[in-house]
Nanobody, 126 residues
Framework: QVQLVESGGGLVQAGGSLRLSCTLS????????MGWFRQAPGKERGFVTT????????YYADSVKGRFTISRDRAKNTVYLHMNSLKPEDSAVYYC???????????????????WGQGTQVPVSS
């Protein structure tokens, strides 16, 4: 069974840093993307960042550019989300998604991701 397992969430102060990890077990495709979405209370899930596991191309939401970095370890089927200069408005549940139909024009669409992790909480205190 394919699963996405996330780790690394937790309470952090504004201005601080945090790293999230997400591992895709038993991938069933060779060319795929993995990314992060987030959902704050009372808001819809929104795109944060995605990376092509094959080519390393990365895409970011404007709200996190320059502060967040996504990286990958292909051998481990793992992506990392490095979050710096965190703000209270970054507080959300962060979800990892994966899929092989993601294209540069559809990275922000959650519908293109087959698999989802269980989510990890990232509260940022002011």
């Amino acid at each position: 069974q394919v699963q996405l397992v996330e780790s690394g969430g937790g309470l952090v102060q504004a201005g601080g840093s945090l790293r999230l990890s997400c591992t895709l077990s038993r991938p069933t495709f060779s060319n795929y993307a993995m990314g992060w979405f987030r959902q704050a209370p009372g808001k819809e899930r929104g795109f944060v960042t995605t990376i092509s596991m094959s080519f390393g191309s990365a895409y970011y939401a404007d709200s996190v550019k320059g502060r967040f970095t996504i990286s990958r370890d292909r051998a481990k089927n793992t992506v990392y989300l490095h979050m710096n200069s965190l703000k209270p408005e970054d507080s959300a549940v962060y979800y990892c998604g994966g899929g092989d139909r993601v294209t540069p024009s559809t990275v922000a669409s959650g519908d293109e991701y087959y698999y989802w992790g269980q989510g990890t909480q990232v509260p940022v205190s002011s």
